[in-house]
Each structure stands twice: as C-alpha cells, then as structure tokens.
C-alpha cells in the first residue's frame, strides 16, 4: 500500500487554516467529484420532486450543488441538514432548527433536532432524494449515521437515493476496534472499525449488501461514482468538513484523538487548534498551555476560560495509511492524578470505542501493541466484508 508522509508544518506554508476553503496545489485536479458527473445524475431528477441532503461541503466547480441544481431547473423541494446544520457553523451535539434557507427560500429540515430520521410527513412530496456530504473515513463522523437513517427512510417510502461520492481523506487507514451492537448509537450504528477505509458512497453500498437497515429493508440506492480516482490517491479537503476539524492534520488525527471526548481532557474546542492538542487543567508539569474560549463551533467549550496543560501535536508527521495512536490516551490516563475522574461517567467513551473493552485495557495498563493485538481478528474479518463494496482500486 502505497504511503505518503507530509511534514504538516510545509502545509502551513501553503494554506493557513483560515483559508482552507482555497485550492491547494497538492490537491490532484483530475478527481471528478460525483456531483461533477451531471450526464450520470440530472437525467434521473427530470420532472422529478428532489430533497438534498446537504451542508456546506456540498461545492460543485466552485458553487454550492443547491445552486447549481437551481440553474439546472431542478425541482428542488426541500434541504435536509445533518448535525452542525446547512451551513456547517453549528456545534458538535447542538440540535439544529429546521427553517428555511435564507438564500433560496427552500425548506430546510434538521436531521439533528427534533428527529435524525427523515418522517413520512418529511417525504410525501418528494420523488428521489440526492445525498452529497463530504465524509472523513471515521466511524463515529455522525454523517455516516445520516446516510443511514435516509437510506432507510427511503427504503420504506419507496423512494430511491442517489449518493454523489466524494474522496476518503482517510481511505487508506483501516484500524480500530470493531463496534459491538450492544453500544449501537448515533456515533457508531455498525459492526465496523473506527477507521474503515471506504468512500461514503462505498459505505452506503455495504449498509445495503449487509442488511444493516431495520428490518433488512434495501434501498434503491445508485451511487454516483468518482473518476480518476483510487485509494491511495491524496485528495486535501478543500472546504472544512465540520467546525472542528480546521485542516489536513486534525483530519489526520482526529481518529486517534477523538476517544478524549470521553474523558476530562479537552481536544482543543474552543481554540484554533482543535484536534492537534490535548491537556487538562489537572495534567501538569507541561510546557504547553492553551485556554478555550467560547467561538462559532464550540459555545460551551471544556474547561472554558481555564488554562489547559498539554501536548501539542501541530508538527505531526502525517502518514496517511498510519493507524490509530492510542499511546497519546494512554500517556494521559497515566499521568492524570485523579484516574478515577479521568472517564466520563455517560459511558460516551465506550459509545465512541465501539465497547467496554478499551477503557478497561487502558485501566488494566495494557500497551498499545497489546491492544490493538485484540482488534486484529475483527480487522481481518472486516477486510473481507469491505472488498465486496469497493468501486475504486
């Protein structure tokens, strides 16, 4: 498997996190993202009543899809939004209203307000529904959980979905404990590992073939494939995927560094380095301090307005067919002074490991090299699963 290793720190040279939403040389130009395949797609929306599910990652050469589809004469009749809203400024949990679109005077329908699963009221004027939100390879990145709850909605309305793909910036990373159905929740609905290696086009073709569905319902699902793409092709987000992940690099590490949630620790909400630090007031003897704040994306940030102990990881090596590090959680927990206080007590850890087993082999000083020997099987089991779904090499 071919590997790239970037030095991060060239990457602040080439585009400030402020301005990610510019182009980057690194950025392969001959990708052609689904929404860009319009002689595969616009054909099966004419006279057709058409819902998107979209956010703002859902840019097509240079214009949002809304707009685009608007110039197309496309019969749009409504916008749904998955968690941190339309247009993607919403923090990580915060239910998101439903409205309109002060742009468009469209509908707007929360799916992470008051329900997470489009209703029959929600559909009765609708003929197709078209999915195109960019994705990061993480099993606990809830949009995968919306594809889900869509296709399933679909399925039992009769209504077909169209899936317009888009790159994996992780798709080259299969790692991770694979999750146990017993800790099933909107961050984790299926028995995959936490790095699962699939374009989200991909994923929605295996939650159909394994019968994920309630009720092992089938969509009508037609995924509108990448050109000039495979795997192990670099492709550097041009658009933040969510408030929280600011670049490449938290993007990199936000798998490794995610499990923090559970815990104490702050991963940096409420500064503008999340996802490339962690600290605590409580974990001492750091040189490196940071205070969150309250900002767009992070309201009531952890440990707000207090000083943080830590480490910070902004000149990471980032190599993109790497695995999960749990040494950082690992060094925490033993150096944290209260290990009875470092866990949260809403079991969200577990809901975000996929299982009980990883905070009790923390708390058992397992090593790393111990614990990911126990997800080997499951990994190996999951690789077979996953080549049937595979569109790209």
């Given at each position: 498997m071919k590997k790239f290793i970037i030095i991060f720190i060239l990457l602040i040279g080439i585009v400030e996190a402020e301005n990610y939403v510019e182009e980057i040389p690194l950025q392969k130009a001959d990708i052609?993202?689904?929404?860009?395949?319009?002689?595969?797609?616009l054909p099966l929306l004419k006279s057709k009543r058409v819902a998107l599910v979209v956010n703002q990652s859902s840019i097509v050469e240079g214009e949002h899809l809304v707009?685009?589809?608007?110039?197309?004469?496309?019969?749009?009749?409504?916008?749904?939004?998955?968690?941190?809203?339309?247009?993607?400024?919403?923090?990580?949990?915060?239910?998101?209203?439903?409205?309109?679109d002060s742009a468009t005077n469209l509908p707007l329908i929360s799916l992470y307000g008051k329900h997470k699963k489009p209703t029959k009221k929600d559909l009765k004027d609708v003929d197709i529904i078209v999915f195109d939100i960019q994705d990061v390879g993480v099993r606990f990145y809830t949009y995968l959980s919306t594809l889900h709850y869509v296709m399933e909605a679909g399925a039992e309305n009769g209504i077909p979905v169209i899936v317009l793909d888009r790159p994996n910036p992780n798709a080259n990373r299969i790692?991770?404990?694979?999750?146990?159905?017993?800790?099933?929740?909107?961050?984790?609905?299926?028995?995959?590992?936490?790095?699962?290696?699939?374009?989200?086009?991909?994923?929605g073709k295996m939650i159909n073939g394994e019968g994920w569905l309630k009720g092992n319902l089938q969509a009508d699902l037609?995924?509108?494939?990448?050109?000039?793409?495979?795997?192990?092709?670099?492709?550097?987000?041009?658009?933040?995927?969510?408030?929280?992940?600011?670049?490449?690099?938290?993007?990199?590490?936000?798998?490794?560094?995610?499990?923090?949630?559970?815990?104490?620790?702050?991963?940096?909400?409420?500064?503008?380095?999340?996802?490339?630090?962690?600290?605590?007031?409580?974990?001492?003897?750091?040189?490196?301090?940071?205070?969150?704040v309250s900002m767009e994306g992070a309201k009531y940030p952890k440990h707000q307005h207090k000083t943080c102990y830590?480490?910070?990881?902004?000149?990471?090596?980032m190599d993109l067919s790497g695995e999960i590090d749990l040494s950082y959680l690992i060094d925490a927990y033993k150096n944290y002074p209260n290990k009875k206080r470092f866990f949260l007590k809403n079991n969200f850890f577990d809901k975000l490991a996929g299982s009980n087993k990883l905070q009790k082999q923390i708390k058992a000083g397992m090593s790393p090299e111990e614990i990911k020997k126990s997800w080997k099987n499951g990994l190996n089991e999951f690789r077979e699963i996953r080549k049937k779904y595979l569109i790209y090499k």
């Open positions: 052609v993202m689904g929404a860009e395949s319009y002689v595969e797609y707009d685009r589809l608007l110039r197309e004469r496309v019969n749009i009749k409504k916008i749904f939004a998955p968690e941190h809203g339309f247009r993607g400024n919403a923090d990580a949990g915060e239910k998101v209203k439903s409205g309109r790692d991770g404990e694979i999750l146990n159905f017993n800790y099933k929740s909107f961050v984790g609905l299926h028995p995959v590992p936490i790095l699962y290696g699939m374009t989200i086009g991909e994923y037609k995924v509108i494939p990448l050109q000039n793409y495979t795997h192990d092709k670099f492709y550097y987000l041009p658009i933040k995927p969510s408030p929280n992940l600011p670049n490449e690099l938290s993007i990199y590490l936000y798998p490794s560094l995610a499990f923090f949630e559970g815990t104490t620790f702050s991963v940096g909400r409420g500064t503008d380095m999340q996802f490339q630090i962690y600290g605590d007031p409580k974990y001492k003897k750091r040189e490196f301090t940071f205070r969150p830590g480490v910070d990881l902004r000149s990471t090596l």
